[in-house]
């Protein structure tokens, strides 16, 4: 399906843009599962300022959608009304500072924030390798693996509002919590402060090692897949509650329930994203009434059917 046009128009309301519009982008390459519908338009701002520009004169009848390496997500068939927000390579710089101290842009994948903190001889950011994401998902989610979470390593977060305002948000305001942050939904993270503690550069790339190993020996890495499909429920593992209930390798279509980790749905080749939702809405269904636990969806979903 396509959508209306508005580029012009939004174009015309934001003089001195620098950024690039597309109209009708296809989302589907941009997402691990490699399906789903087109963005009506996509936005790439050309640095902090012009994201600003942005967001401070988007009219406040079009649906903003923000989207990072699209790990972690699932654009359903029907695309995404409005405008889908995507930071570049201006929002994925990374720097060292002292205090054993990273600086990194929204844009940055986790894994190369944990590569920076290594060699800088930074521990306690290595379970960042563990996330296939960026750092804005991270805020967005408080993401964590192998040990450790965002809300245990960050100083401060700076964002925009919807209105092009800037805010600096401290490791409290940010409300962490499972998987989520109790900020408001319109905010736009460009970047963070993460703070470690001094380590050897060697024993740190070597526990980098370790999770990457572990990754790849328990979870369909190499397949299109959105990641964790479900959040943990207090006191139980979400991959158990799935494998008890019998859904193990459970297909509808092209969309499986991963063999190796069936906390993963996986895209077999020619899945729909309706398939895959459909599949994930089943898990649930079943393992509710297997076990009388209802589970929340980790993934994204974004998008009309």
Same mark, same amino acid.
């Given at each position: 399906m396509s959508f209306p046009d508005i580029t012009a128009e939004l174009a015309a309301a934001m003089p001195g843009?620098?950024?690039?519009?597309?109209?009708?982008?296809?989302?589907?390459?941009?997402?691990?599962?490699?399906?789903?519908?087109?963005?009506?338009?996509?936005?790439?701002?050309?640095?902090?300022?012009?994201?600003?520009?942005?967001?401070?004169?988007?009219?406040?009848?079009?649906?903003?959608?923000?989207?990072?390496?699209?790990?972690?997500?699932?654009?359903?068939?029907?695309g995404v009304p409005g405008v889908v927000l995507r930071l570049?390579?201006?929002?994925?710089?990374?720097?060292?500072?002292?205090?054993?101290r990273v600086r990194a842009g929204a844009g940055a994948p986790d894994v190369k924030v944990a590569r920076a903190a290594a060699e800088a001889g930074i521990?306690?950011?290595?379970?960042?390798?563990?996330?296939?994401? !960026?750092?804005?998902? !991270?805020?967005?989610?408080?993401?964590?693996?192998?040990?450790?979470?965002?809300?245990?390593?960050?100083?401060?977060?700076?964002?925009?509002?919807?209105?092009?305002?800037?805010?600096?948000?401290?490791?409290?305001?940010?409300?962490?919590?499972?998987?989520?942050?109790?900020?408001p939904e319109d905010l736009v993270f460009v970047e963070?402060?993460?703070e470690g503690r001094p380590g050897d550069p060697a024993a740190i790339l070597a526990r980098m090692n370790e999770i990457t190993e572990a990754r790849a020996a328990t979870q369909p890495v190499n397949t299109r897949t959105g990641g964790s499909t479900f959040?943990?429920?207090?006191? !139980?593992?979400?991959?158990?509650?799935?494998?008890?209930?019998?859904?193990?390798?459970?297909?509808i279509g092209q969309a499986q329930v991963s063999e190796m980790h069936c906390n993963f749905l996986v895209n077999l080749?020619?899945?729909?994203?309706?398939?895959?939702?459909?599949l994930g809405e089943e898990v649930r269904r079943r393992v509710q009434a297997h076990s009388g636990v209802m589970l929340a969806w980790e993934i994204k979903r974004v998008g009309v059917a």
């Open positions: 843009l620098r950024g690039a519009f597309v109209a009708n982008a296809p989302l589907a390459p941009l997402s691990w599962f490699r399906t789903g519908g087109p963005a009506q338009v996509l936005f790439t701002p050309a640095d902090e300022d012009d994201l600003a520009l942005f967001l401070a004169n988007l009219p406040e009848g079009v649906p903003l959608t923000v989207i990072g390496l699209g790990s972690n997500l699932l654009v359903r068939d029907g570049g390579k201006a929002f994925a710089e990374v720097s060292v500072e002292e205090g054993s521990d306690g950011l290595a379970f960042l390798r563990g996330i296939p994401g !960026a750092v804005g998902g !991270a805020l967005r989610m408080n993401g964590g693996a192998y040990g450790g979470e965002v809300k245990d390593v960050l100083v401060a977060a700076r964002a925009l509002d919807r209105r092009g305002r800037r805010h600096v948000l401290s490791c409290a305001d940010m409300q962490f919590s499972y998987r989520h942050a109790g900020v963070a402060l993460f959040k943990n429920p207090d006191g !139980a593992k979400a991959w158990q509650l799935v494998d008890a209930a019998g859904c193990r390798g459970l297909r080749g020619g899945a729909t994203a309706t398939e895959i939702e459909n």
